[in-house]
């Protein structure tokens, strides 16, 4: 599975972005499809999940209610919608995906990751 982030930016506070991640190589019916965040000097965190089949979807208490996780069946595709955005949330965003449907916060779960899309909110 190769993965593909895009839709980073420079956005000003309480502004939106949509964030995607395009799969190739294999359809991601079985799959859990996460995006992580990794701000400089810390670790990386996870943001959200969604289970691509049922469409379950799992946030960390940081972007509940401003984040929305989803994905295009046709497109092959997730996409994070973030809302309300606050300087907090500048960060290089990677999705990743597993075929393990538990611990969705765990990185080291995720056997495929994307590049990275840089997202840069200012105050």
């Known amino acids: 599975v190769q993965l593909q982030a895009s839709g980073g930016g420079l956005v000003q506070a309480g502004g939106s972005l949509r964030l995607s991640c395009a799969a190739s190589?294999?359809?991601?019916?079985?799959?859990?499809m996460a995006w992580f965040r990794q701000a400089p000097g810390k670790e990386r965190e996870f943001v959200a999940a969604i289970r691509w089949g049922s469409g379950s979807s799992y946030y960390a208490d940081s972007v509940k209610g401003r984040f929305t996780v989803s994905r295009d069946n046709a497109k092959n595709t997730v996409y994070l919608q973030m809302n309300s955005l606050k300087p907090d949330d500048t960060a290089l965003y990677y999705c990743?995906?597993?075929?393990?449907?538990?611990?969705?916060?765990?990185?080291?779960?995720?056997?495929?990751w994307g590049q990275g899309t840089q997202v840069t909110v200012s105050s």
């Open positions: 990743a995906a597993k075929t393990i449907y538990r611990d969705w916060d765990w990185s080291g779960d995720y056997a495929y």
């Open positions: 190589g294999r359809t991601l019916s079985t799959y859990g």
